[in-house]
């Protein structure tokens, strides 16, 4: 009798104090998810029990990246919710001069944010404690107090150990989910592009001026001297989201006469309606801007280009441009949401189709643009004066038959994979002179291929003319 006295005394102790453990887990673990703006965006921050112990980052649609950063059984979770365009717009598209301004603002709100969930969970293990130690049978206020602290020190103590134990070095081999699975694009996002786009920016600017002078230069030089040019088209690919590949471009029209331009596709990274943005610096450009989509495009993308007005899109029909008629297809993958190429049996499957189908008509367009450059490879010498592509982002010029096969490389360096790249791309792009004849037809008279080395302030230029007998094998280069 004596010992089950003492055993029913052990468990009047020993059930409160489990009563205030547990209340106060379930009570922070049930409760823990919070949403916070910062800025322009609205966060959602969670710290749930579960296991592993990870870090886990959202990034709906376009997935997640997480990475076992710590032993103790707590799921941390970091979710954008909604981003405000207004304000974002204003902020990406402001002067360079305001991103210090920017990021000091982004790093107090983090601050401000963590310290503020932190203290949000603690309290949590403090009201847990109290229900618990109500639940357990504990009536008095002064017991009540100390359940609700030792709540409160339960829940410190895991975030506690959490912190010492947290290894932020597990995001070098992180775990994907959703479209992000071929690059950690989420992290470089942050970490690199912000952070470089100024200082390339201006250099790329003064490259734009050096190369001015050695076009001005070239046109003194009698052998490779173009004399007159009726029409100069710039040719643009894979710019990937990259805003300095529109300060490039803006240099480029303002000291060429340019009078258009035509992209090859791959405009954004993801097709999100965020990048999309990038939009408004075509309307900057002031001339038509010709758009065939990419594989790293999408519908929301295609559709906030039918919008934008100086974009002409190339779909179905042939459109004429200050008297060329051009012609072309969008990838296939930018009719969905993600950036997967069409496998190469698909690639040569279009190819096989556009043979067929331009065979068949004898009045044909002086220029078909398409993104993937399996597809224009695989197209008919002869078909056409004029093939455009991107997507390998290398620059190339070659004559085939009669036809001109031209990929511009990717104008904005790959993106975002340029700067994660040991080798980083360089920003390439083309320039197409046209004359006309006796008969009034413009015609290809020379190509210009132009690559700008990314943090220096060099570049190399090749003139490649459409009489053969007037090319030499050496290009103008000029390095920093």
């Not at 197209?379 to 620059?395: A, E, R």
Request: hydrophobic share 45%.
């Amino acid at each position: 009798m004596k010992k089950g006295n003492e055993r029913f005394a052990s468990r009047r102790r020993v059930l409160p104090a489990l009563s205030v453990i547990i209340g106060a887990l379930v009570l922070a673990n049930v409760f823990s998810r919070a949403s916070y703006e910062a800025v322009s965006f609205v966060v959602e921050l969670d710290a749930a029990l579960g296991w592993p112990g990870l870090t886990r980052f959202v990034l709906p649609p376009v997935g997640s990246i997480s990475a076992p950063t710590h032993l103790i059984p707590i799921q941390l979770s970091i979710s954008l919710q909604s981003i405000d365009l207004a304000v974002l717009r204003a902020i990406v598209f402001s002067s360079p001069d305001n991103l210090e301004t920017v990021i000091n603002m982004v790093d107090d709100w983090v601050v401000r944010i963590i310290m503020m969930h932190l203290a949000r969970l603690v309290l949590l293990g403090a009201l847990g404690g109290l229900i618990g130690a109500w639940v357990g049978g504990l009536r008095r206020p002064s017991r009540l107090a100390l359940s609700s602290l030792c709540g409160a020190l339960v829940v410190f103590l895991l975030l506690g150990l959490t912190y010492l134990a947290y290894d932020a070095g597990a995001f070098e081999h992180p775990q994907y989910n959703g479209i992000i699975e071929a690059a950690p694009w989420m992290f470089e996002l942050v970490q690199e592009s912000l952070g470089r786009v100024e200082e390339l920016g201006k250099q790329i600017q003064t490259v734009a001026g050096n190369l001015y002078a050695v076009f001005s230069n070239l046109e003194n030089i009698g052998q490779i001297s173009l004399g007159r040019v009726d029409l100069l088209v710039l040719h643009v690919s894979d710019v990937h989201n990259n805003p300095v590949a529109f300060d490039f471009v803006y240099q480029v029209i303002g000291s060429f006469p340019v009078s258009f331009i035509i992209d090859t596709g791959d405009l954004t990274d993801w097709g999100t309606e965020l990048e999309a943005e990038i939009t408004r610096r075509i309307v900057e450009l002031g001339i038509p801007y010709v758009f065939a989509t990419g594989n790293h495009d999408s519908p929301d993308v295609v559709e906030r280009m039918r919008q934008t007005p100086n974009v002409v899109l190339v779909e179905d029909e042939v459109q004429e441009i200050m008297g060329l008629r051009i012609a072309g297809i969008g990838d296939p993958a930018a009719d969905r949401y993600s950036p997967n190429p069409a496998g190469l049996n698909e690639l040569a499957a279009i190819a096989q189709h556009i043979n067929e189908t331009w065979s068949a008509v004898e009045d044909r367009p002086d220029i078909f643009m398409v993104h993937n450059h399996r597809i224009a490879q695989q197209i008919q010498p002869g078909l056409f004066p004029v093939v455009l592509c991107g997507h390998s982002h290398t620059l190339v010029i070659e004559e085939r038959e009669g036809t001109f096969y031209i990929n511009a490389g990717t104008t904005g360096a790959a993106g975002i994979r340029g700067f994660q790249s040991h080798e980083p791309h360089p920003y390439s792009l083309a320039l197409l002179h046209y004359t006309r004849d006796e008969t009034g037809k413009l015609q290809l008279v020379a190509v210009d291929g132009v690559d700008v080395a990314g943090f220096g302030s060099g570049f190399s230029l090749q003139r490649t003319f459409t009489e053969a007998g007037r090319n030499r094998r050496s290009n103008v280069e000029t390095r920093p």
